[in-house]
């Protein structure tokens, strides 16, 4: 365990079992946004909290493996009664089809409460509350905020549509806001970015990041008014699960370590840019601090004139 806790990522752990395009399966593995925001912001830093809730079926052994990647999980506590666990079947033309295992109350049940919060875990610089119940994101954020800790905040796709005002509130405690572009037009019913970047801003984020899947991302910067568009990084797609998390992480460490959101925005694409290279989070699990340096090196000439 890491006693200086720099980050901490909060959300949900799950177990997947997946079947692949060729037929083949892998089992009982273990994925979340926890685990993907948390591994995307490993590449950059070290001291990375965890804050989550895991039922029985979730194995010492994956426990064993986040702290072998250098991941604190004192904020992770374990539940009576069963994961979330999910079916996920990949199509060759690259759709998911996604078959929920277990009773929808069993997300709620494990998601992260102000409750869990080690006291250590309010000495970080920043949190990343990836997708979960937006209950649970809206006390976290006023916990971290009191707490004097940098708040960056992804709304759940269904609170977007269902609890609007509730996301609206969150946002009074938030200092980056980063929602998808879906997310996004649920919550403002608009495709102009730049202007629902503005509007966000309006209701508390200092920063708003519009995560654009394969076009990248806008960065809106409220005290400049400035605008700025990142596009990915050029690689083959072959799992987008979990980019979006990764990102998170990789942006919330980047933060960390530079208080300067375009770079950050840059290291989140780096990080999201091994999620999506193979099935799983097989190679976040895999690459290394000196990997994601030389890709972000790599991203920076390619894309100088940015």
């Known amino acids: 365990m890491n006693n200086k806790i720099k980050i901490v990522v909060a959300g949900n752990f799950t177990i997947d079992d997946m079947v692949l395009p060729d037929g083949r399966t892998s089992m009982n593995v273990a994925g979340g946004d926890v685990l993907y925001g948390a591994l995307g912001a490993r590449f950059w830093v070290d001291g990375i909290g965890m804050l989550s809730r895991a039922g029985e079926q979730f194995s010492q052994q994956n426990l064993d493996a986040c702290v072998l990647a250098g991941l604190d999980i004192s904020g992770v506590s374990i539940h009576s009664g069963d994961d979330v666990r999910n079916w996920i079947i990949y199509e060759n033309d690259g759709r998911r089809n996604f078959i929920y295992r277990t009773d929808p109350q069993r997300f709620h049940d494990l998601s992260p409460e102000a409750c ?47 609890n609007k005002s509730l996301v609206y509130d969150t946002l009074k405690y938030t200092d ?22 503005k509007h966000f801003a309006q209701h508390g984020p200092e920063t708003v990041i519009i995560k654009l899947g394969s076009k990248g991302c806008l960065v809106y910067q409220k ?75 790599e991203y920076k000439k390619k894309y100088i004139n940015l």
């Not at 000495?123 to 990836?130: G, K, M, R, T």
């Not at 806001?177 to 037009?185: G, L, Q, R, T």
């Not at 596009?231 to 797609?237: E, G, I, K, L, S």
């Not at 987008?240 to 925005?265: E, H, I, K, P, R």
């Open 116 to 162: 869990d919060v080690p006291e250590a875990y309010k000495q970080a610089s920043c949190i990343f509350l990836a997708a979960m119940p937006i209950n649970n994101q809206l006390a976290l954020a006023k916990v971290f905020k009191a707490a004097g800790v940098t708040v960056l905040f992804d709304p759940h796709e269904e609170d977007a549509s269902d």
């Open 176 to 197: 980056i806001f980063m929602p998808s572009e879906e997310e996004a037009y649920r919550l403002h019913h608009s495709r102009d970015y730049k202007e629902i970047a």
């Open 223 to 297: 005290s400049l008014d400035c605008y700025t568009t990142l596009p990915c990084f050029d690689t083959q797609a072959i799992d987008v699960t979990g980019a979006g998390d990764a990102f998170g992480g990789g942006f919330t460490a980047g933060f960390a370590l530079t208080n300067n959101v375009v770079t950050s925005a840059m290291y989140g694409t780096v990080s999201a840019s091994f999620a999506i290279e193979d099935f799983g989070s097989i190679q976040l699990s895999s690459k290394n601090k000196s990997d994601a340096v030389a890709r972000l090196d």
